[in-house]
């Protein structure tokens, strides 16, 4: 998997968790696509600095993941979710008249609502 990706989705369950410094290097470089030469100008800070705390908040991410696995664990349930919404579709297109149009209405009433937002 590419790096910035995984950063990226582990920023979207971590991000609270780092100093705002790191979390503001790891915004501008794998979000806004920014070189280290560039947050150094833009933070005022060295390149050195600058790499630190890359270093340092990518660490961080990757070891709270290690330790709460709230990314894979959301995987996970997406992966089931997927799952019980085919199953549940295939079977509300085996029923027949009023109780299959139903079911088929109220699994497109929770797709629209997020209850299955993947």
């Known amino acids: 998997m590419n790096n910035t990706f995984k950063m990226n989705e ?9 100093s705002e410094r ?7 470089y794998h979000l806004e696509d920014l070189s280290l030469m560039e ?23 990757m070891e709270f993941e290690e330790r709460l696995g709230l990314r894979d664990k959301f995987f996970q349930q997406t992966e089931k979710q997927q799952k019980i919404l085919s199953s549940l579709t295939a079977f509300a297109s085996g029923l027949k008249g009023e109780d299959g ?5 109220l699994l497109e009433e929770w797709k629209q609502e997020g209850y299955f937002d993947f």
């Open 10 to 18: 582990l920023m979207d369950f971590y991000d609270a968790l780092l």
């Open 22 to 28: 790191q979390r503001r290097v790891l915004t501008l």
């Open 39 to 61: 947050i150094a100008e833009l933070m005022e800070i060295s390149k050195q600095a600058v790499s630190q705390h890359l270093k340092k908040g990518e660490e961080k991410l």
């Open 101 to 105: 149009k139903a079911l088929m209405d």
